[in-house]
């Protein structure tokens, strides 16, 4: 099933997300994951957490993959030896942030829920994550590289910050028209969504 995506200006986006219960039926978490990643790919996303789809439980997927592909030339300029990243797909189930080290580096971010905007946002290199898998084991994991902006990006919708809120005061400023009409429905996009106050589904 694909969920239409939440589009900024509904609350769930800016409402930190509950755990999810131990008792919640397998088979339900499982479909409710199977379902995030469909949505997820059909709108060509890398990530994607629960409360994008209206959800305001602690749940996110990513398929780092298409950010970490390499094409032939980009291959041809590997030094010998370099370590290439490979892509990572993971649910991760009541995440909880253990550490954020590492260098801060700039990327250019953008959001499903936020269509056509992309801003030079700033995260730490390495991370670690407290998470539960879809079988519900504990883990604790390091990231690093475009894994952990994945995750960084998607933890932050599950605490209920967006990537626009990271940005400076001026670029808020520079942005808000744009984003109000963006949480009116004035928007390009080639996937559904759901714009708050409307009940609408594009």
Request: glycine share 8%; with cysteine.
């Amino acid at each position: 099933m694909i969920y239409p995506i939440v589009a900024i200006g509904d609350p769930v986006l800016k409402t930190k997300a509950k755990d999810i219960a131990a008792d919640m039926p397998a088979a339900e978490l499982k479909q409710l994951i199977a379902d995030m990643f469909e949505t997820m790919y059909s709108a060509s996303g890398v990530g994607l957490a629960a409360p994008q789809v209206g959800k305001a439980v602690r749940l996110f997927v990513m398929d780092s993959g298409p950010m970490v592909e390499l094409d032939e030339e980009d291959l041809a300029e590997l030094e010998e030896g370099e370590v290439v990243e490979e892509g990572i797909k993971r649910a991760f189930i009541n995440p909880q942030m253990v550490s954020e080290t590492g260098e801060e580096w700039g990327f250019e971010e953008g959001c499903l829920s936020i269509p056509g905007i992309r801003e030079m946002v700033t995260r730490h290199a390495d991370i670690v994550l407290r998470y539960e898998d879809e079988n519900r084991q504990v883990h604790e994991e390091a990231f690093s590289g475009m894994a952990a902006r994945v995750i960084q990006h998607e933890y932050d919708h599950l605490e209920g910050i967006l990537f626009t809120d990271k940005l400076s005061g001026f670029k808020k400023q520079l942005l808000k028209g744009k984003l109000a009409r963006i949480s009116k429905g004035d928007a390009r996009h080639d996937y559904r969504m759901k714009f708050a106050g409307e009940g609408r589904r594009r």
